[in-house]
């Protein structure tokens, strides 16, 4: 009977396969070390060494200084540089504060640190705040029925000045300058509370307007009037006389401006919790629908030129 041959194990001239390669790739690894990654070391920045003796934040420092609109104008010094800008508030002499408390725009009091008592130096201060730019419909509509509040409250001295006399409860007051005749329904010693005494059907006189309105409804608090104007009159604004013209339940007021012209505008702002603050503006760009007018007295808002000089220093 013939002898079977013996074949190989299946799957062993694979693993012979797979050893061989293995044993040149690793001697191909202490033939041909791999090289190491170099990685760069970043250089760091050299430490500014401030000189001990030179103004930091928390000294007393007393300058000299000079604060420009890129146009030149003087916005803010101190001394007779102040005094020939024509600056209204200025400091005589020499401004002494707190260095990081001076309470000037941003770049201010960093600009004096480092200095020496007798140094001068002259720097720009780019903006810290974005600008305030607003773009105002150049004709305004209006509705002719208006709410408009019953009840006034004045300052107890304020009162007085425009009364001529202390509130007593359920007095009726008059002045000239206002619309009605006011009752008083209260006071403390701070304000006093009065209400308009008008009735349904009165023409009354609102300031500012030049033409008479009716009272259509009275309520405790609120009083609901119809304007009256003519197409053709003109009324006073914040950009001076605008014209009027009247469409049925409403009228339209048409705004009038120049660039340059300088306005006191103002909106609500949740920093004054809706409270309307008025800031200068300026126009600055106008078309047949819009007026751009830019906020003007925010130094934050500008690039300034800051010349000072060091007078006196003390260190904390």
Same mark, same amino acid.
């Given at each position: ?26 001697? *191909? +690894?202490?033939?041909? &070390?791999?090289?190491?990654? /170099? %990685?760069?070391? !970043?250089?760091? $920045?050299? @430490? ?113 000045? *425009? +009364?001529?006399?202390? &509130?007593?409860?359920?007095? /009726? %007051?008059?002045? !000239?300058?206002? $619309?009605? @005749? ?132 003390? @260190?904390?």
């Amino acid at each position: 009977m013939a002898k079977r041959k013996k074949e190989p194990l299946p799957g062993l001239k694979g693993v012979a396969i797979f050893v061989v390669i293995g044993l040149f790739l690793l001697g *191909l +690894f202490f033939v041909f &070390p791999l090289k190491k990654a /170099v %990685v760069p070391v !970043p250089e760091l $920045p050299e @430490k500014q060494v401030i000189d001990p003796n030179a103004a930091q934040q928390g000294d007393l420092v007393s300058i000299n200084y000079v604060l420009k609109l890129e146009d030149g104008e003087v916005v803010d010094a101190n001394g007779e540089t102040a005094k020939k800008a024509g600056l209204k508030t200025y400091i005589a002499g020499p401004f002494s504060f707190l260095l990081g408390k001076s309470g000037k725009v941003k770049g201010f009091d960093e600009a004096i640190i480092g200095m020496l008592p007798g140094a001068e130096k002259t720097v720009t201060i780019a903006p810290s705040e974005p600008v305030t730019r607003v773009v105002i419909n150049r004709t305004q509509p209006f509705f002719r029925n208006e709410p408009i509040s019953r009840i006034s409250f004045f300052p107890i001295k304020k009162f007085k000045e *425009l +009364f001529s006399k202390p &509130p007593i409860i359920n007095d /009726v %007051v008059w002045n !000239p300058d206002f $619309p009605y @005749k006011l009752q008083v329904l209260n006071f403390s010693n701070k304000t006093v509370v009065a209400q308009a005494m008008v009735k349904e059907g009165d023409s009354i006189q609102l300031p500012a307007m030049p033409w008479r309105s009716k009272v259509l409804s009275v309520y405790d608090k609120i009083i609901t009037i119809m304007h009256n104007p003519e197409t053709g009159m003109f009324i006073n604004t914040l950009f001076g006389n605008a014209s009027v013209s009247v469409e049925r339940s409403r009228y339209f007021v048409h705004y009038n401006a120049s660039v340059g012209q300088l306005v006191n505008y103002g909106a609500p702002s949740t920093a004054s919790n809706g409270l309307v603050i008025k800031h200068a503006f300026k126009v600055t760009e106008m078309t047949n629908e819009t007026i751009t007018i830019v906020r003007d007295d925010n130094l934050a808002e500008k690039k300034l030129t800051l010349e000072l000089s060091l007078v006196e220093l003390r @260190k904390s």
